[in-house]
């Protein structure tokens, strides 16, 4: 590289999609749709090998899962192993008034899982799907401002946590982060936006 080359990023804007490697189709469908809700939308073969199927689901956000199938490949449900470069677990959003049925549904299904564990910010449960991938099924406790995302209220209440030199992200530290960015990006006429106390005497 010459050194009048200037480095510049390349700017990402989200995940476009995650390709999971499975077994055959119908465990694929049965899985992803079947137990996860997630739309079909989308069959082809896989482009670069024609052997195998390319199917597509819709996660909910309008992204997009996909499943390289091939039906000489049965499930084999020992956990994927956790290797340096490989991926941990697959996390995907659930509202509050889904999360707290996940036990119950994963239990119908005899499905072994963590059971609801405290991550301060969320919720989450985790288990393995009919292939061993770790799916964690996450909770955010909290709707950012309107006009902020959840990334925007994550690293505000880091700072904050920061700040006062806690451990973790908890509660409190949301509660705080989704105050101070209502008062930074949301005019409002009062010269003092301070907190008061209208019931003294």
Known sequence: MSQDQELRKIQTQGVHHITILGADRQTSIDFWEGVLGMPFIFDQPN??????GHLYFDPGDGR??????????TPDATPVRDTVGGLH?????????????????????GVSHSGPVDRGFMDSIYFRDPLGLRL?????RFEPP????????????????VARGDDHIDREHL???IEDLARTRHASLSEDRGPRNPYRR
Do not use: K
């Not at 309107?146 to 946590?161: K, L, N, Q, S, Y």
């Open 64 to 73: 997009l899962i996909t499943i390289f199938t091939n039906e000489g490949r």
């Open 175 to 177: 509660a705080d982060a």
């Open 136 to 140: 964690e099924l996450a909770s955010y």
């Open 146 to 161: 309107e006009g902020c995302r959840h990334a925007d209220v994550m690293i505000t209440a880091h700072r904050i946590r």
């Open 89 to 109: 677990h697959l996390a995907l959003n659930v509202s509050q008034a889904t999360f707290w049925q996940v036990p119950a549904r994963l239990d119908a299904r």
């Open 47 to 52: 482009l670069d090998d024609p052997e195998e």
